[in-house]
């Protein structure tokens, strides 16, 4: 069983950034791949960024690509979404996730295992 805990989540400005983190609990974090998924209110989750689990591999949909940058790192047990140059269509609660592979886990919330409890991003235009 793996526990995930995000934080860094907050209110800013457009075109400010954030740093979110996700610490993972257990052992067996290293074996995961990990990304970060998004909900607008009354929608679904969607897919934000991936990274296998080496962090050799990165994925993003086109939405956030060139802005944001997933990261991990095995020994800490700890993974990160750094968000740049954000926009009010940012705004969303964050959420981590584990899976078993990064290229099923771009294809959507099937592909989790593990939840984290989500993390309010507020970006004001």
């Known amino acids: 069983q793996v526990q995930l805990v995000e934080s860094g989540g907050g209110l800013v400005q457009a075109g400010g950034s954030l740093r979110l983190s996700c610490a993972a609990s257990?052992?067996?974090?290293?074996?995961?791949?990990m990304a970060w998924f998004r909900q607008f209110p009354g929608k679904e989750r969607e897919f934000v960024a991936a990274?296998?689990?080496?962090?050799?591999?990165?994925y993003y949909p086109d939405s956030v690509k060139g802005r944001f940058t997933i990261g991990r790192d095995n020994v800490l047990n700890t993974a990160y979404l750094q968000m740049n140059s954000l926009n009010a269509e940012d705004t969303a609660v964050y959420y981590c996730?584990?899976?078993?592979?990064?290229?099923?886990?771009?294809?959507?919330?099937?592909?989790?295992?593990?939840w984290g409890q989500g993390t309010q991003v507020t970006v004001s235009s």
């Open positions: 996730a584990l899976g078993p592979d990064a290229n099923r886990l771009r294809t959507g919330v099937q592909a989790v295992i593990y």
């Open positions: 257990g052992r067996t974090f290293r074996f995961y791949a």
């Open positions: 990274i296998d689990s080496s962090g050799d591999s990165t």
